[in-house]
């Protein structure tokens, strides 16, 4: 039986708590993830770590003003819950992740806001949306691999939207990365990948987004990481550099 409590993490604790998806703070990304972080964290953006008697990081949940949402979503007065994520397989059937889920709804009512949504997929690096469905969470919304999950206890506020985030693709002709340090891998990704294009010597140009806006009109349903070529999308998730070089030699040999 578990005992949990739930920690905030915050500018001034961040360095012993730690952003949970990277513990070590020595790594290049803990510190881009960091840096994001304490300038969001005015916006309203939180972190909150769920632990167990014994201090054992259980799982996380990362949420925020949809309005400062760092995904394609048109939310006026909702929360928006960027991540989610429990650490072991173990622990996924014992209410860990409503317990985030709560602790979410919570904030959202006590600043008077019409409900929480969530953007859900079945692919990588995003929640499955049968969490939420179990938390009484409706789809409003699915374009691609990406549904749009919304709780509401304000019945009269419109349904939150998605955006669509292919309307921008074309405008990126070339070999193109759009990024931000709101997940703390995609340094890591980005360096990987440019060390691979110039193996195969390709002007991998790379943009990162600054602001929830750009995020917001970015070329992928994931917001926050987009590799396009002429104007297509290969992939909105980080990658490895293996990764990489077999999308390479496959457009390549199209071409």
């Known amino acids: 039986m578990y005992n949990t409590k739930i920690q905030e993490v915050t500018p001034k604790n961040v360095l012993s708590e730690t952003l949970f998806c990277i513990k070590d703070i020595l790594k290049p990304g803990f510190k881009c993830k960091q840096n994001w972080f304490e300038k969001r964290y005015s ?26 949402a760092w995904r ?16 072991a397989k173990k622990t996924r059937n014992m209410g860990f992740g409503s317990e985030l889920i709560k602790a ?28 939420f469905e179990k938390n009484r969470y409706c789809e409003v919304g699915k374009k691609g691999r990406f549904e749009l999950m919304v ?27 759009i990024y931000a340090d709101q ?27 600054n602001t929830a806006l750009e995020a917001r009109y970015a070329p992928s349903g994931f ?3 987009s590799l396009v070529h002429n104007g297509k999308l290969l992939e909105d998730h980080y990658i490895s550099a293996t990764r990489f070089r ?3 030699k496959k457009e390549l040999k199209s071409a």
């Open 72 to 87: 394609p979503v048109n939310a006026p007065n909702f929360m928006f819950i960027h991540c989610m994520y429990l650490a």
């Open 151 to 177: 709780k509401k206890w304000n019945k009269t506020a419109p349904d939150p939207q998605l955006i669509d985030w292919t309307i921008n693709q074309q405008k990126y002709q070339g070999w193109h990365i």
């Open 43 to 68: 916006e309203g953006l939180r972190i909150r770590i769920l632990k167990d008697n014994e201090d054992k990081m259980l799982g996380f949940i990362e949420y925020v003003p949809a309005s400062k």
């Open 223 to 225: 917001g926050v990481f």
């Open 246 to 248: 077999n999308i390479l």
């Open 104 to 131: 979410c709804e919570n904030e959202a009512r006590s600043k008077k806001m019409d409900g929480v949504c969530v953007m859900t997929s079945k692919g990588a690096w995003i929640a499955d949306k049968r969490i």
């Open 183 to 209: 997940c703390p891998w995609h340094e890591k990704s980005v360096e990987a990948l440019l060390h691979t294009a110039c193996d195969f010597e390709i002007d991998l140009k790379v943009t990162k987004l």
